[in-house]
């Protein structure tokens, strides 16, 4: 088991960059995929990001390419994702999850292992 903590979040304006991180100390966690999913209030919560544990697949919502970054660091059990050209819909809690083996990267239903959360608003 492993216990991701997210940590970047805050408030920016349109057009700004945020770089969310996602830590967990144990150090299997260097084994896992690790997923970003966002929820915005009133709506369900969203797949955003993911990437295998070695980092060499990436995986992207539609909405976010091009925009977002994810990223790995094994040596420091961290996972990131860089988030450029933010726009007022990118606005929500966004959650660190990971598990392993995961089929499909897309799927929050394939993680059983989820951070707190992290807010991310922009706004002007």
């Known amino acids: 088991q492993v216990r991701p903590v997210e940590s970047g979040g805050g408030l920016v304006q349109p057009g700004g960059s945020l770089r969310l991180s996602c830590l967990a100390s144990?150090?299997?966690?260097?084994?896992?995929?690790v997923g970003w999913f966002r929820q915005a209030p009133g709506k369900e919560r969203e797949f955003v990001s993911a990437?295998?544990?070695?980092?060499?697949?990436?995986y992207y919502a539609d909405s976010v390419k091009g925009r977002f970054t994810i990223s790995r660091d094994n040596a420091k059990n961290t996972v990131y994702l860089q988030m450029n050209s933010l726009k007022p819909e990118d606005t929500a809690v966004y959650y660190c999850?990971?598990?392993?083996?995961?089929?499909?990267?897309?799927?929050?239903?394939?993680?059983?292992?989820w951070g707190q959360g992290t807010q991310v608003t922009v706004s002007q």
């Open positions: 999850a990971a598990d392993s083996p995961v089929l499909d990267h897309y799927d929050e239903l394939e993680y059983n292992f």
């Open positions: 144990e150090r299997a966690f260097s084994d896992y995929s």
């Open positions: 990437i295998t544990w070695s980092g060499s697949s990436t």
